[in-house]
């Protein structure tokens, strides 16, 4: 059973303009929730955090926005760079150490 | 510095062969981790050590055996592998506090098992 997903396995978007990526998850019991970039043949990279005491967190491009009475985040990137091409995962965390994480969506930005 | 370093980074290897996978920071983190990641799949844990102990063994089979020496360092010791095993193994390290659950990935060693 898989408790964080994302739906739209691949999106294109023009360079400048805004990528959006939703992740929704069923356990109420994650208590955090991050989001990582990934490029072929490379290990993921951490993008952001956010925490469930909070329905808004910022660094730079990027934003996290979490609605916890729908359980669902998403992930905004604003403006759009081809740098920012690649697999992106959502994940939650619950217990001490563990991650679960979401199937990823492709993006593409078209320059 | 946010670096995880994994060694080797490619690694084919016969089913009888016994080999090792590497992983090593020095962000004074104290909880590591290994990953197993299949094409187009998410990552899947496979072990967790907290402060050098083993805490989380996802059942693993026992040809996967990880060993910690220090805080910096985590090792993956191979025996006996089937081909299924072949996959992208992830290594990652976070600060292991109440506060801080970012993990950081090193970038794999691609595993094929022959």
């Known amino acids: 059973d898989q408790q964080v997903k994302q739906n739209s396995p691949s999106l294109s978007v023009q360079e400048g303009r805004i990528s959006i990526l939703n992740c929704d998850y069923t356990n109420s019991m994650f208590d955090y929730f991050l989001w990582y970039k990934k490029y072929p043949a490379e290990g993921p990279t951490f993008l952001i955090s956010?925490?469930?005491?909070?329905d808004k967190n910022e660094d730079g491009r990027f934003t996290v926005f979490l609605n916890k009475s729908a359980k669902h985040l998403s992930l905004h990137i604003v403006p759009s760079q081809p740098g920012d091409s690649a697999v992106y995962f959502c994940?939650?965390?619950?217990?001490?150490?563990?991650?679960?994480f979401g199937k990823g969506n492709q993006v593409v930005v078209i320059p | 510095d946010t670096e995880v370093t994994q060694t080797p980074k490619h690694l084919v290897m016969g089913m009888t062969n016994k080999k090792s996978l590497k992983c090593e920071q020095h962000?004074?983190?104290?909880?590591m981790y290994w990953y197993k990641q299949k094409a187009k799949k998410p990552p899947e844990l496979m072990f967790v050590y907290s402060y050098e102990k083993l805490s989380i063994n996802e059942s693993v089979p026992s040809r996967f055996s990880p060993e910690c020496p220090n805080s910096s360092l985590l090792n993956l010791h191979l025996h006996a592998l089937q081909p299924e095993d072949s996959a992208l193994y992830l290594c990652?390290?976070?600060?292991?506090?109440?506060?801080?659950?970012?993990?950081?990935f090193g970038p794999g060693t691609r595993l094929t098992v022959t």
């Open positions: 994940a939650a965390k619950y217990g001490n150490n563990r991650l679960a």
């Open positions: 962000m004074g983190h104290r909880a």
């Open positions: 956010i925490s469930s005491i909070k």
């Open positions: 990652a390290s976070s600060l292991g506090r109440p506060t801080s659950y970012e993990q950081y």
